[in-house]
């Protein structure tokens, strides 16, 4: 990542930019071809490291306040619901009908996930967490996500 955010959610979007655009990538791609497979490994790679980072991050941390359990709770479900789809895909044979079909309802999903994110995590996070908390946590974030995206190379 080129310059540090200054905040947790700037962070997060940073990532979340990247995760729409090979999302939307993969769905252009036929067949089991060597760019499917590179733009699917980088997907799942972009995946696994933000939700382990978010996770331990930015929902963690607003499970700390009552008024961010219930949200944080959907969001950790959803990333359950990704990672399962992203392993139901690995399963898949690439040149089947059937993956880019699946690869559309894991992208669907991940939009939905980060516009809901962005819209209502975001505002709520903004009100519970306080602007050191939030330099803090993007930092923290930063270090775990560049550390498993290390990992998976």
């Given at each position: 990542?080129?310059?540090?955010?200054?905040?947790?959610?700037?962070?997060?979007?940073e990532s979340h930019e990247l995760q729409r655009s090979l999302a939307l990538q993969?769905?252009?791609?036929?067949?089991?071809?060597?760019?499917?497979?590179?733009?699917?490994?980088?997907?799942?790679?972009?995946?696994?490291?933000?939700?382990?980072?978010e996770d331990r991050h930015f929902y963690v941390p607003l499970m700390q306040h009552d008024a961010g359990m219930d949200l944080s709770r959907h969001a950790i479900a959803?990333?359950?619901?990704?990672d399962e789809l992203v392993e139901d895909l690995e399963k898949t044979d690439p040149s089947s009908p059937g993956w880019l079909a699946r690869a559309r309802k894991l992208s669907e999903k991940v939009h939905h996930h980060l516009?809901?994110?962005?819209?209502?995590?975001?505002?709520?996070?903004?009100?519970?967490?306080?602007?050191?908390q939030k330099t803090a946590l993007a930092r923290d974030y930063l270090a775990d996500y560049e550390d498993a995206k290390a990992a998976a190379a």
């Open positions: 990542m080129a310059d540090t955010p200054s905040n947790i959610f700037e962070a997060l979007r993969v769905l252009q791609t036929s067949g089991d071809t060597p760019e499917r497979h590179a733009l699917f490994k980088d997907l799942r790679e972009e995946l696994a490291a933000h939700t382990l980072a959803e990333h359950h619901e990704i516009e809901e994110e962005e819209r209502k995590f975001f505002q709520m996070a903004g009100k519970l967490l306080t602007a050191q």
